[in-house]
Nanobody, 119 residues
């Protein structure tokens, strides 16, 4: 059974930084690319970043490029997302998932973590 547990969110002012963590289980973590997505209120999930299994190739949405860094620790089955220079439009619930593509219809999002950025 797949379990995805994200943490590290919070309430920050514009310009602040947060580091999110997500621990995954149920699949062989080191075999999978991992992705971060976010969902603002009443909007669909939006791709944020992804990283390949060997920690060498990362992709970012234009909305966070230059402000976000994705990384992973395969020994800990954990993927991280550092976001700097946070903006009010980054306010959303953030989720990780075993990455199948930016627009794949994922069935299970697990437990996300909320980021709220005040203006």
């Amino acid at each position: 059974q797949v379990q995805l547990v994200a943490s590290g969110g919070g309430f920050v002012q514009t310009g602040g930084s947060l580091r999110l963590s997500c621990t995954a289980s149920g699949r062989t973590f080191s075999d999978w690319a991992m992705g971060w997505f976010r969902q603002a209120l009443e909007k669909p999930h939006e791709f944020v970043a992804s990283i390949n299994p060997n920690n060498r190739t990362a992709l970012y949405a234009d909305s966070v490029k230059g402000r976000a860094t994705i990384s992973r620790d395969n020994a800990k089955n954990t993927v991280y997302l550092q976001i700097d220079s946070l903006r009010p439009e980054d306010t959303a619930k953030y989720y990780c998932n075993y990455f199948r593509g930016r627009t794949y219809k994922y069935d299970d999002w697990g437990q996300g973590t909320q980021i709220t950025v005040s203006a």
